[in-house]
C-alpha cells in the first residue's frame, strides 16, 4: 500500500514562527510532499535563526509516521531528496509507521531516478520491513522490471526469505513474468524449498500464468515434485497450456495429487475434455475405472463425485498422513503440523 501524501495546507506568506511548533512542521512537510525546494529551504533558514535544529526537527516531524524525506520520495524529488540527505543529513533509512523507508515510498511513487539517488547514497536494498519483505520482494510484486534490476545492481539478495517465500515467489504467485525473467536471470533458485510455501513453479500455476511456468519450466523448475505435482495442480485448474508445457518437461502423469487423484481425474472432474484427451494416451490405465476411454473416465469421474463426494473418511485420513510424511521427510514441519492437525 502507497504511503499517503501530505494533507497539510498550502503555507501563507510570511515564513510561520518556528517556535509555534505544530504549524511550522506542517509547513515542513507540505514543502517536501510537493517538492518545493526553495520553501523548504526558507523553512530551514528560519529554523536556524532559532533555536531549533534543521535536522533533528526533520528527523522527528511525521505526518501519519512519514518524514519529509519519505514525502519527497514519493512523489520522485530528487532535488529535495538532495537537499535533505546531503545538507541536512537526514537518515537515507529513516523508519515511518511499519518500517517504510523512503526507498520504499519512492518505489510506490514509480521514480527511478530518486529510487538510484537514494540506494546511490547509502539506502540499504535489503531493509526488511514487516513480514520479513525486502524492497526486492516489493518490486517482483509490483512488476517493475527496471526497478527489480536497479536493486539488483545494487547489491540486493536475490534470494532473500520473507514469510511468503523469495521474490521469485512473490514474482510466481503474483503472475508478474517480466520481474521473474530478471530474478531467474539473476540466478534465483527455481526450485527454491521453504516450510509452507509452495513452490515457484507451484505458485506461478495457482497464479494462472502460463508465461511464468514457462519460464520456470526453462529455468530447470523441478516439474515432478512429490509434495504438490505441478501436473496435476495444472490439470485441477484447467490450465491447458500449462499442462502441455509440463509434459514435454518430463512432468509424470501417474504421480497422484496428495488426495491420491491422478491428474487425468483431476481433468475429468473439471470437465476440461481437452486436458483429458492429452492426459489419456501417457497415462496408465486405473484399475476402478472400468471403461478405459475418454469418455469413460469422465463418466467415471463424475461418478465417483457424486456417490461419494469426496473419498471415504478413512481414504482421506491415510491421504492426509502420506503428505504428512513427505512434509517432515522434506522438513517441512509446518505443513506436517497443518496436516496432522486436521486428521
Not at 517493475?144 to 534470494?159: N, P
Not at 519450466?217 to 504438490?228: F, P, Q
Not at 514435454?248 to 497422484?256: C, F, I, R
Amino acid at each position: 500500500m502507497a504511503p499517503p501524501r501530505s494533507t497539510a495546507a498550502p503555507p501563507d506568506l510570511p515564513i510561520p514562527d518556528p517556535t509555534a511548533v505544530d504549524e511550522f512542521n506542517l509547513h515542513l512537510l507540505h514543502a517536501a510532499s510537493e517538492g518545493d525546494l526553495p520553501l523548504l529551504k526558507a523553512l530551514v533558514r528560519a529554523l536556524e535563526k532559532s533555536t531549533r535544529d534543521p535536522r533533528e526537527v526533520l528527523d522527528a516531524t511525521r505526518e501519519e509516521g512519514l518524514g519529509a524525506l519519505h514525502m519527497a520520495a514519493r512523489i520522485g524529488s530528487v532535488p529535495v531528496c538532495r537537499y535533505l540527505v546531503e545538507e541536512i543529513g537526514v537518515d537515507v533509512d529513516a523508519d515511518g509507521d511499519e518500517s517504510v523507508t523512503p526507498l520504499l515510498c519512492a518505489m510506490f511513487g514509480g521514480s527511478l531516478d530518486t529510487i538510484r539517488y537514494l540506494l546511490d547514497h547509502g539506502a540499504n536494498p535489503d531493509k526488511v520491513v514487516g513480514d520479513r519483505f525486502t524492497p526486492l520482494h516489493h518490486a517482483a510484486g509490483m512488476g517493475d522490471r527496471e526497478m527489480v534490476e536497479l536493486l539488483l545492481t545494487k547489491g540486493a539478495s536475490v534470494d532473500s526469505v520473507s514469510v511468503s517465500g523469495t521474490p521469485l515467489h512473490i514474482a510466481a504467485f503474483r503472475g508478474q513474468d517480466e520481474a521473474m525473467k530478471v530474478l531467474l536471470e539473476n540466478n534465483a533458485d527455481h526450485n527454491k524449498i521453504l516450510p509452507g510455501i509452495d513452490t515457484p513453479l507451484i505458485s506461478a500455476i495457482t497464479a494462472s500464468s502460463v508465461k511464468c511456468v514457462k519460464l520456470l519450466v526453462e529455468a530447470g523448475a523441478d516439474v515432478n515434485d512429490d509434495l504438490v505435482p505441478p501436473l496435476a495442480a495444472a490439470a485441477d485448474k484447467g490450465l491447458t497450456a500449462c499442462l502441455k508445457c509440463l509434459l514435454e518437461a518430463g512432468a509424470d502423469p501417474n504421480v497422484p495429487d496428495p488426495s491420491g487423484r491422478l491428474p487425468i481425474e483431476l481433468a475429468a472432474l473439471n470437465g476440461t475434455r481437452e486436458d483429458v484427451e492429452i492426459l489419456f494416451p501417457v497415462t496408465s490405465c486405473i484399475p476402478t475405472v472400468h471403461d478405459w476411454s475418454i469418455d469413460g473416465i469422465i463418466l467415471h469421474a463424475k461418478s465417483v463425485s457424486m456417490e461419494q463426494g469426496d473419498y471415504s473418511n478413512v481414504k482421506r485420513i491415510d491421504e492426509l498422513k502420506s503428505l504428512g510424511v513427505k512434509s517432515v521427510k522434506r522438513n517441512d514441519y509446518s505443513t506436517a503440523a497443518t496436516v496432522y492437525s486436521v486428521q
